[in-house]
């Protein structure tokens, strides 16, 4: 008897628990009558970088945005940081995800496309391609006032002129460039392969974050730093960081006017690895759903606050792309960074 | 000479050198030692061999000495029966419901405890991870099979 | 050096307004219970209250945010001293004695020196930041690869005075650590290692489960023995109720005088090692606990020495402390927490980095100064609490194990939003167990886990920018002396050991 009774109690305290967490969740297309999508529930967006990063900030304005222009149908975008494996356990999982499909986004931009491809199996393909926000493009600096720890350093060279640091490393000076993982790594590649030269001449470290780079560079540890203009911006207005080459096709405005482009100081083509901001979403998406959210996105691209309050601040060029344009570019620059790198 | 004793103490140095062979053999199968600086697999190699010499000196020592095996007993091994429960029943009814499922067979059927106990550490429990970890630091946990099923 | 007091001044004139001082108090408070519970630390914290300051002017948020990274630093303590399970990683060396001394029923003095030492270490720290501000920040950076490699052998051989009485057990424990951690993303050529094809594995081993699981889990399966007798004991009427008043936690007079000389070295060194960019209050803790190994203390350290516990969380504080340098004269941080911040600060349309203390110097100095009157209101909510916080020990054991166990689960998933963490949390409580009943201490492969991927990348950087020369760990002054310290350090017990055996030779000869 005593022991039916506390069976029956474990039952109905298992089943309330069970009961009060169905409340969320379920699936179903919540697709209107007349063939568009309008949210109903909570959005999960994701991002595979951590908390306070360039991209977290990126998800969160425009989640922000699109909270504050009522685009959302008053559903709340949760903003949800999964770093497991590097990031990959996030964007395989989006990739995959069927269950409520139409609910999910995805922060995704160059820096993440590289290492995917580069260490999964995971492709582009494998996602919905919802837009593409805004673009951004690097500079190379150095520090003149640091005192110096490098070969290059060293031998007294004139820290901002980069041509120097060219000849220098044919004729044998070590020099050493540092940046971020990711899009850095692809632009310090197309560098030295356009320079001619080799790693053991014209060497890269890697470092967790921009800011960990430029950091190195203003200890001296570093000879160049390649940066956007963002991270470095304010380390140029105090004059601890000179910019020293564009990776562009034309030279950057204001306090970085200064620096050249590779073709005014040599013989070569200009690099430019173009950095992309993206949102993806999962495969199973319906249509519907992406033409929705792919025309929030442009509504949120064209806010003033998405201008004065991301842009701006963070010196980026604002180049919307709808789905199809987006699906078509990052399959390109896929395809051309698989290419150069020798995959398949 | 007295009989030595081999017992389980000698399976975690078997088990680390093991650790640091395939440690080894996966480092320089994937990215070799020294290409004109240190490859990834550099520094982890060298502790791997210094794991495996120490391991080999370790599993000599246990096989000389005459210590007893370390006795494992039951209750140790409930309460890893417990957690292991608790993770396959976050993946079934959810994180939060199979803690709290836990916590009420834990305490009635293994300790015996009084219900009033129960229902304060269940409570107690509650709270603190609703309160803390659910509306104030925002942490979504799983909901399990059930909440897409139903 | 007198104009940056002046400074401070007008700062704390800043900070007395009530809601400044409301805010700070909120901060000191939700960071003491951010910080005692495992699984959640400053950087969640920080993290997520940081869109609740955006309705703030920007002086009043960094006070809120700085007062809860602050008293963060003592909540890591409380649950390494009461439960073996520390709050977040500087604590692991406070777990070592502070554990021990709770055991040896004295956890309200073993909680008191935590908080005082932390008192303590952490305003030495915002002294020094006061008087060098910028100055310190720019030392920091000339410290190159070589120089970081060397500091951190240095720190690695205070793994060697945890290892125990069999050595090679200790050492083989080391290197369990230092491989497992790394496992995961190559930082320095950007791909995985031994992630053996997992997608999981790429990402390696999230710290924080893993110490919960190999500490703190580990030890409720230990505790489940402890179970019978403490029930004996209650039922018998010997067991004796902890004392729960403040008063009967204090430290005597003698306390103090154990207390104080291991604080003011390892403050001292712990605010150096914080304003070293990339190493942060874990690194500072450790160098402290470190460096109390050599001097003496009236008990063993790890059995409960107050001496432990002091250097152990007066280098984690200061350090804390120093980490403020870099962040606000060159806008780097030196910790996650340090980034979100970072990142604060350019939602609040500051620009962190160098002109900072130029552009802004009310909001620099209302943040070192709101340092100040945090540390105080930390210290006093800390003290007050304690009597409820040993409550915790009265709870029987029986109730603290199913308790701990879903503590340990729901800290763990929270550490990373996901059941990995939760599945890296059980292995390696189970492995922390299996191994404990063996005979081999855990304590030093969660050191090894922590130091030695710093250890590795800042050698490796060191390599390349040298392109693999060895004589760049010994081209300065300032290296011989750090290579020499090494040297001496790693020497001198062997050396000892053989003088011993040569002197014991000689007597028996003679």
């Known amino acids: 008897m005593k022991k039916m009774k ?18 969320c969740g379920g699936g179903g297309s919540d697709t209107n009558a007349d063939g568009t999508f309008t949210p109903t529930k909570t959005i999960t967006w994701v991002c595979t970088s951590g908390a306070g990063g360039g991209s977290d900030i990126f998800s969160r304005k425009i989640a922000d945005i699109m909270k504050n222009e009522d685009l959302v149908n008053g559903q709340t975008i949760v903003i949800s940081n999964e770093t497991d494996g590097a990031g990959e356990v996030g964007r395989n999982k989006i990739a995959t995800m069927t269950m409520n499909a139409d609910y999910n986004l995805l922060t995704f931009n160059s820096g993440d496309l ?28 150095s520090c003149g006032s640091a005192t110096g720890k490098t070969a290059y350093a060293k031998t ?3 820290m901002t002129d980069f041509a120097a640091a060219i000849e220098a490393a044919k004729n044998g000076t070590y020099v050493v460039i540092g940046g971020s993982k990711g899009d850095d790594i692809a632009t310090y590649q197309a560098l030295i392969e356009e320079l001619g030269l080799t790693e053991d001449q014209m060497g890269y470290i890697t470092y967790d974050s921009t800011g960990d780079a430029i950091t190195a560079a203003l200890g001296g540890n570093l000879d160049f730093v390649i940066s956007k203009p963002a991270a470095a911006s304010q380390y140029v207005e105090s004059g601890d960081l000179t910019p020293a080459l564009a990776l562009s096709t034309e030279r950057f405005g204001g306090n970085l006017a200064d620096a050249p482009t590779l073709s005014e100081i040599g013989d070569y083509e200009n690099v430019e690895v173009p950095v992309w901001r993206g949102v993806a979403a999962p495969k199973a998406m319906s249509d519907a759903a992406v ?5 929030a996105l442009k509504k949120v691209s064209e806010t003033q606050a998405w201008n004065d309050e991301y842009l701006v601040p963070n010196q980026l060029i604002s180049q919307y792309m709808n789905s199809a344009d987006a699906t078509a570019y990052v399959s390109e620059f896929e395809a051309d960074y698989m290419a150069s790198n020798g995959l398949s | 000479m007295e009989k030595r004793k081999v017992n389980s103490r000698i399976l975690v140095p078997i088990i680390t050198a093991i650790i640091a062979i395939v440690f080894i053999v996966v480092g320089l199968q994937d990215f070799g030692f020294w290409e004109g600086q240190p490859t990834a697999a550099f520094f982890p190699i060298i502790i791997a061999v210094v794991l495996l010499a120490t391991s080999l000196l370790c599993l000599v020592q246990m096989l000389r000495s005459n210590e007893d095996a370390p006795v494992y007993n039951r209750n140790e091994l409930m309460v890893i029966l417990g957690g292991g429960g608790i993770i396959i029943g976050c993946y079934i009814i959810g994180l939060i419901a199979s803690c709290l499922l836990y916590l009420l067979l834990w305490l009635k059927v293994i300790e015996k405890a009084t219900w009033k106990a129960t229902i304060i550490i269940e409570v107690f429990m509650a709270a603190l991870i609703l309160g803390v970890f659910v509306f104030w630091m925002q942490v979504q946990f799983p909901v399990g099979l059930f909440a897409y099923l139903m | 050096m007198l104009e940056n007091f002046a400074s401070l001044l007008s700062g704390f004139q800043v900070v007395f307004d009530p809601q400044n001082i409301g805010v700070c108090m909120l901060g000191a408070i939700l960071g003491l219970i951010v910080g005692a519970m495992p699984g959640l630390g400053s950087l969640a914290g920080v993290a997520l209250l940081l869109p609740l300051t955006y309705k703030f002017n920007p002086t009043t948020a960094i006070i809120m945010l700085g007062a809860l990274y602050y008293s963060n630093m003592y909540g890591g303590a409380f649950s390494a001293i009461l439960l073996n399970i520390p709050g977040d990683s500087p604590a692991i060396t406070t777990a070592l004695d502070g554990y021990p001394m709770a055991k040896k029923g004295r956890p309200g003095q073993a909680l008191m020196t935590a908080n005082f030492a932390s008192f303590i270490g952490g305003t030495i720290g915002i002294l020094i930041l006061t008087i060098t501000a910028s100055g310190l920040a720019k030392l920091g950076l000339n410290f190159g690869y070589a120089e970081m490699t060397l500091i951190l052998l240095i720190a690695m051989t205070s793994i060697s005075w945890l290892i125990g009485e069999n050595p090679t057990k200790g050492v083989v424990i080391t290197m369990l650590g230092i491989l497992v951690a790394s496992i995961g993303m190559d930082t320095l050529s950007g791909v995985p290692r031994y992630n053996f094809d997992n997608i999981y594995l790429m990402g390696g081993i999230t710290f924080t489960p893993f110490i919960i699981g190999a500490v703190g889990f580990a030890q409720v399966i230990k505790l489940v023995n402890e179970r019978k007798a403490d029930e004996e004991k209650r039922k018998s009427g010997t067991y004796e109720a902890v004392k729960l008043s403040i008063r009967s936690s204090m430290l005597t007079r003698h306390d103090f005088k154990r207390l104080l000389p291991p604080v003011l070295r390892s403050s001292l060194l712990g605010t150096f090692v914080g304003v070293l960019p990339g190493s942060g209050a874990t690194t500072g803790s450790m160098v402290g606990y470190a460096m109390q190994k050599k001097f003496k203390s009236e008990e063993p350290m790890g059995t409960g020495a107050i001496e432990g516990i002091a250097a152990s969380e007066s280098g984690n504080n200061s350090a804390a402390a120093g980490a403020f340098a870099p962040l606000l004269a060159l806008g780097i941080p030196g910790s996650g927490t340090g980034a979100v911040l970072l990142g604060g600060l350019m939602m609040w349309g500051l620009n962190p980095g160098p002109l900072l203390f130029e552009t802004n110097p009310d909001f620099c100095w209302s943040l070192i100064s709101s340092l100040y009157i945090a540390n105080i209101f930390t210290l006093a909510v800390a003290v007050a609490v304690i009597p409820f916080l040993i409550k915790i020990l009265s709870v029987p054991i029986k109730f603290m194990i199913p308790i701990i166990t879903c503590v340990c689960i729901v800290g763990a998933y929270s550490t990373s939003y996901s059941m990995y963490g939760v599945i890296v949390m059980f292995v390696s409580g189970i492995v922390g167990y299996i191994l404990d009943k063996n005979g081999f201490p855990t304590a030093p492969m969660l050191l090894a886990f922590v130091l030695a991927p710093m250890l590795e990348e800042n050698m490796r950087k060191a390599f390349i920018a040298s ?25 001198t017990p062997s050396f000892k050991a053989l003088m011993r055996k040569i002197k014991s030779k000689n007597s028996t000869s003679v």
């Open chain 3, 467 to 491: 392109q693999g020369s060895l004589s760049v760990f010994a081209d300065s002054t300032l290296k011989i002396v750090l290579l020499a310290i090494f040297l001496v350090l790693v020497l």
């Open chain 1, 6 to 23: 506390k069976l029956a109690a474990l039952a109905v305290a298992a089943l309330t628990l069970t009961a009060s967490l169905t409340a």
């Open chain 1, 291 to 295: 033409a929705f959210w792919s025309d």
């Open chain 1, 114 to 141: 590289m290492p995917m491809v580069t260490n999964t199996a995971n492709r582009s393909s494998n996602f919905r391609i919802l837009a593409i926000m805004a673009v951004d493009k690097q500079l190379l600096f």
């Open chain 1, 156 to 158: 007294g060279a004139d």
